[in-house]
């Protein structure tokens, strides 16, 4: 996958912010979650607005499909917040199973393996 420079600079951003322990994700159930209730959101929710969560939250959130269901019920760009649009959804959709991947990260961010699946998935050497 080719990526715009947009897309790796919110992929750049996005690798700096998480690590093993503050994902929006759900372990025990398998499934992201925009918002948890610590306030960590996953991948695509970190970029959304407050109002744009409000409304994925109306969708079904399945794991690994979230942002195909969100993008078939509204444009996946108006939920995000300004500086986050413009971005393919297929981009969105790796970022977002980057995320999800809890191979990818240790307590210190993204380690080795999860470099490797960037660099393999998205294309970017980190």
């Not at 307590?107 to 960037?118: P, Q």
Request: with cysteine; charged share 25%; aromatic share 10%.
């Amino acid at each position: 996958m080719t990526i715009t420079q947009k897309e790796k600079e919110i992929l750049l951003e996005t690798v700096s912010f998480y690590n093993s322990k503050n994902r929006g994700y759900d372990e025990d159930s398998g499934n992201c979650v925009y918002e948890g209730p610590d306030g960590n959101r996953c991948a695509v929710g970190r970029c959304m607005t407050d109002e744009g969560i409000k409304i994925a939250n109306t969708f079904p959130n399945d794991a690994g499909s979230n942002v195909n269901v969100i993008n078939d019920n509204v444009n996946l760009d108006s939920l995000l917040q300004e500086k986050y649009q413009g971005a393919s959804l297929s981009f969105w959709k790796g970022l977002q199973l980057l995320h999800d991947t809890s191979l990818c990260w240790d307590e210190s961010g993204i380690n080795d393996w999860g470099k490797e699946w960037v660099k393999y998935y998205l294309g970017v050497t980190l």
